[in-house]
C-alpha cells in the first residue's frame, strides 16, 4: 500500500474508534432507538439522490438494512445506553469476525481453516474474560446486547458477501434507507413519543454536531474511504487495519470520558485482537504439484535391435 494510502486507512479506524465515544455522548441527547434512526436519516439524506442505485437485488439492500441497521446499531445503543462503556463496546464488536466465520461456514459452506478456527477459540476466550470484568463491575445485560449485536454485524456481513456490490459507498447510501422507518417505529413504542419529541424539541448544536459526526464522517466517509481501498488492495491487505478500531475506541474513551481500563481488560483486549488477526490471516494457498514434464526423444528409450537373423 502506498504511504497515503496507509494513512486514509488509519483514518478510517480512528474515526470509527472515536464514533464509540461520540455514541455515548449522542446518548445524553436522544433516546437509543431514535438516536439510530436519525443517525441512518442523516446518512441517506441527501446523498441518496446523488448516488445510483446500487446494482445489487432489493432483497440484499433489505436484508442488510434490518440486520445492520435496525437489529446491530439499535441492540449496541441500547447496550450502551443500558451502561456498557464505550471503549468496552469498540472492543467487544470485534468478535463480530468470529461470527461471521461462523455464519458463512453454517450457510455458505465457507470451510475456515485451522489457523482461523484457533484464531475463533482465542478470541471468544477474550470474550468471557471481558464478560467476567463486566459480570463483576458493569451490568452484564448491557455486555449481551452489545455481544449480539456483533453476531447481527456478523449477518450482515454475510450478507453483504452474497450481495457483493461493486460499489461499497452508494451500497450503504441505499442500505441506509431501510432502517429508518422500523427505527422510528420502534422507538415511539419502547421509547414513547414525548420522549422522542422532548429530545426533537431540546435539539441544540452539540446535538446536530453528534449526527452529523455519526451519519457522515463514520457511515459516508468512512464507508467510502474503506471502500476504495478495498477496490484498490486485497482485502487481506484492508482487513487488519480494522483491529486498530479498539486501539481508537479504548484510548478516546480513556482520554474524553475518564474510563479506567484494568488489567482484565488489557486481557481480554490482547486475547480478542489477537484471535481476530488470527481469523483474519488468508488461509495458505497450496502449490499445485508440477504435471510431469513430457519426455524428450533424448530421453526415449530405444529398443536393442534384435539378435535373431
Known amino acids: 500500500m502506498r504511504p497515503t494510502h496507509i494513512l486514509l486507512a488509519v483514518l478510517v479506524t ?5 464514533n464509540f465515544v461520540v455514541i455515548e455522548v449522542g446518548l445524553d441527547h436522544f433516546p437509543p432507538l431514535l438516536f439510530s434512526a436519525l443517525r441512518f436519516l442523516v446518512a441517506a439524506l441527501p446523498a441518496v439522490f446523488f448516488v445510483g442505485r446500487p446494482k445489487v437485488a432489493w432483497k440484499w439492500l433489505v436484508g442488510v438494512g434490518l440486520t445492520l441497521g435496525v437489529a446491530k446499531f439499535g441492540l449496541l445503543f441500547i447496550g ?48 468471557a474474560v471481558a464478560a467476567v470484568h463486566e459480570g463483576a463491575s458493569g451490568p452484564l445485560t448491557a455486555f449481551g446486547l452489545t455481544v449480539a449485536a456483533a453476531a447481527c454485524w456478523g449477518v ?35 421509547e414513547g413519543p414525548s420522549r422522542d419529541l422532548d429530545a426533537l424539541r431540546s435539539l441544540d448544536w452539540q446535538g446536530v454536531g ?17 471502500g476504495y481501498l478495498l477496490r484498490r488492495h486485497p482485502a487481506s491487505t484492508v482487513a487488519p487495519f ?11 474513551a480513556a482520554l474524553f470520558l475518564d474510563e479506567s481500563v484494568g488489567a482484565l481488560q488489557w486481557c481480554a483486549a490482547a486475547l480478542l485482537v489477537g484471535g481476530v488477526a488470527l481469523a483474519s490471516l488468508p488461509p495458505r494457498r497450496r ?13 526415449e528409450v530405444i529398443p536393442e535391435p534384435s539378435s535373431r537373423a
Open 80 to 127: 450502551m445506553d443500558a451502561g456498557m462503556p464505550a471503549g468496552l463496546s469498540s472492543l467487544v464488536l470485534q468478535i463480530q469476525a468470529v461470527f461471521t466465520a461462523l455464519i458463512a461456514f453454517a450457510v455458505l459452506g465457507e470451510r475456515p481453516a485451522r489457523i482461523r478456527v484457533v484464531g475463533m477459540a482465542v478470541a471468544l476466550a477474550g470474550i
Open 14 to 18: 480512528a474515526v470509527w474508534g472515536v
Open 242 to 252: 480494522s483491529l486498530l478500531v479498539p486501539v481508537f475506541g479504548m484510548s478516546s
Open 210 to 226: 453528534i449526527i452529523v459526526y455519526v451519519a457522515w464522517v463514520t457511515t459516508v466517509f468512512g464507508f467510502g474511504v474503506w
Open 156 to 190: 450482515s456481513n454475510v450478507l453483504t458477501r452474497k450481495a457483493a456490490p461493486p460499489d461499497a459507498l452508494n451500497f450503504m447510501v441505499w442500505v441506509s434507507t431501510v432502517p429508518i422507518l422500523p427505527l422510528v417505529g420502534l422507538s415511539l413504542l419502547f
Open 287 to 299: 502449490t499445485p504439484a508440477a504435471p510431469p514434464a513430457p519426455a524428450s526423444y533424448a530421453d
